[in-house]
């Protein structure tokens, strides 16, 4: 038992000596009423893109088509749903071409998670794999054709109460129909698609199209760590950040996005050089659990999970934070966030000076 210790103690120190996340490095928020920081002034500088975002019916009870619009151009498409039938079904995401020319989709980046029965986790891992990057890729759709918009959406079978999500961005260079189905299993997608009828939404109609699939924030001032103390920005609480309000292109009705799920996130936060600051992420809605890009000459590794060592939390309100790292001022820091589905807004990223 006595070796046992020791080693541990061994590890502890190891991993706080090299691990620029260990709770060793930082003065954390402990103490801090965090609902009660100031919130540090953000402008929006830039924001653009097109969001498809399907997520209603989120609990999909029978075959059809969940969501679809035409697009062209730069356009994001988030999709989350769950198997509610009794029986396994077959996801998928087809591109159609009904121009009289070739259209050219080059799939950007993009994430996909699940399927699963752990909706967070799920949640979770489609945001980390968006964030770690992936490989581009070209489809080429002949003049009335059809393709998938990955094979890989459609290669696992989702049993019942499994939950599917994904997030590919992309660029069409002439207008394309998207639709995200969930079809019988084993069936011919591109068949199925020429007589599926649009499912009608649930209650809380999570679907539409947005304009606005990417965000821009910058600080209005310098953050100086001598003078500032501890604050805080506030992100997709529809007040200080307000949610995006589209068009559900099936039926015509406005929509609003709670939660801004979709949209991606660039904070810019320059600070003057002088002393170290840490960065926390604490949620303020609830349960929890996604990633947050980091990028910074300091940074030892991006995305970070929040939070690290668990899949979710939340339910702590005065305890629950994740640690993003301490940081050398004068350089300026960018994180890239986005709402992860199966979580709950908003949340806070803290600025403590050490």
């Given at each position: 038992?006595?070796?046992?210790?020791?080693?541990?103690?061994?590890?502890?120190?190891?991993?706080?000596?090299?691990?620029?996340?260990?709770?060793?490095?930082?003065?954390?928020?402990?103490?801090?009423?965090?609902?009660?920081?100031?919130?540090?002034?953000?402008?929006?500088?830039?924001?653009?893109?097109?969001?498809?975002?399907?997520?209603?019916?989120?609990?999909?009870?029978?075959?059809?088509?969940?969501?679809?619009?035409?697009?062209?151009?730069?356009?994001?498409?988030?999709?989350?749903?769950?198997?509610?039938?009794?029986?396994?079904?077959?996801?998928?995401?087809?591109?159609?071409?009904?121009?009289?020319?070739?259209?050219?989709?080059?799939?950007?980046?993009?994430?996909?998670?699940?399927?699963?029965?752990?909706?967070?986790?799920?949640?979770?891992?489609?945001?980390?794999?968006?964030?770690?990057?992936?490989?581009?890729?070209?489809?080429?759709?002949?003049?009335?054709?059809?393709?998938?918009?990955?094979?890989?959406?459609?290669?696992?079978?989702?049993?019942?109460?499994?939950?599917?999500?994904?997030?590919?961005?992309?660029?069409?260079?002439?207008?394309?129909?998207?639709?995200?189905?969930?079809?019988?299993?084993?069936?011919?997608?591109?068949?199925?698609?020429?007589?599926?009828?649009?499912?009608?939404?649930?209650?809380?109609?999570?679907?539409?199209?947005?304009?606005?699939?990417?965000?821009?924030?910058?600080?209005?001032?310098?953050?100086?760590?001598?003078?500032?103390?501890?604050?805080?920005?506030?992100?997709?609480?529809?007040?200080?950040?307000?949610?995006?309000?589209?068009?559900?292109?099936?039926?015509?009705?406005?929509?609003?996005?709670?939660?801004?799920?979709?949209?991606?996130?660039?904070?810019?936060?320059?600070?003057?050089?002088?002393?170290?600051?840490?960065?926390?992420?604490?949620?303020?809605?609830?349960?929890?659990?996604?990633?947050?890009?980091?990028?910074?000459?300091?940074?030892?590794?991006?995305?970070?999970?929040?939070?690290?060592?668990?899949?979710?939390?939340?339910?702590?309100?005065?305890?629950?934070?994740?640690?993003?790292?301490?940081?050398?001022?004068?350089?300026?820091?960018?994180?890239?966030?986005?709402?992860?589905?199966?979580?709950?807004?908003p949340v806070r990223i803290l600025i403590l000076p050490q």
């Amino acid at each position: 038992m006595r070796n046992a210790i020791k080693l541990s103690l061994v590890t502890v120190i190891l991993f706080s000596l090299l691990c620029p996340l260990s709770i060793a490095s930082a003065v954390g928020p402990q103490g801090q009423n965090i609902d009660y920081l100031p919130e540090w002034e953000m402008k929006l500088s830039s924001q653009s893109g097109k969001l498809l975002f399907s997520d209603s019916p989120e609990m999909v009870e029978s075959d059809g088509i969940l969501y679809q619009d035409k697009v062209e151009g730069k356009a994001r498409l988030f999709f989350y749903h769950v198997n509610a039938c009794s029986v396994p079904k077959q996801m998928e995401v087809l591109i159609e071409n009904k121009s009289n020319r070739v259209a050219h989709i080059t799939v950007r980046q993009y994430g996909l998670g699940g399927p699963g029965f752990a909706w967070m986790s799920v949640g979770k891992e489609t945001l980390t794999s968006y964030l770690t990057g992936s490989q581009p890729y070209q489809i080429t759709i002949p003049p009335g054709g059809v393709m998938p918009l990955s094979t890989s959406i459609s290669e696992t079978a989702v049993l019942p109460n499994m939950l599917i999500s994904g997030m590919f961005d992309f660029t069409a260079d002439r207008p394309v129909n998207v639709k995200v189905m969930m079809l019988p299993l084993l069936e011919d997608s591109e068949k199925f698609a020429r007589t599926a009828k649009v499912l009608a939404p649930d209650q809380y109609h999570l679907r539409g199209t947005f304009e606005g699939a990417d965000r821009k924030l910058t600080a209005v001032y310098p953050y100086d760590p001598a003078s500032d103390g501890p604050v805080a920005l506030t992100l997709a609480d529809n007040q200080i950040d307000r949610y995006l309000v589209g068009v559900d292109a099936t039926n015509g009705k406005r929509v609003v996005n709670y939660g801004n799920y979709g949209v991606v996130y660039q904070l810019v936060i320059p600070s003057k050089s002088g002393g170290k600051v840490a960065y926390y992420l604490a949620p303020r809605g609830g349960e929890y659990a996604g990633a947050i890009g980091v990028t910074h000459p300091d940074a030892a590794w991006s995305p970070v999970a929040t939070p690290m060592g668990r899949v979710y939390f939340g339910s702590n309100k005065s305890a629950d934070f994740a640690f993003l790292g301490t940081y050398d001022t004068g350089e300026p820091m960018l994180f890239t966030f986005s709402p992860p589905g199966a979580s709950n807004l908003p949340v806070r990223i803290l600025i403590l000076p050490q």
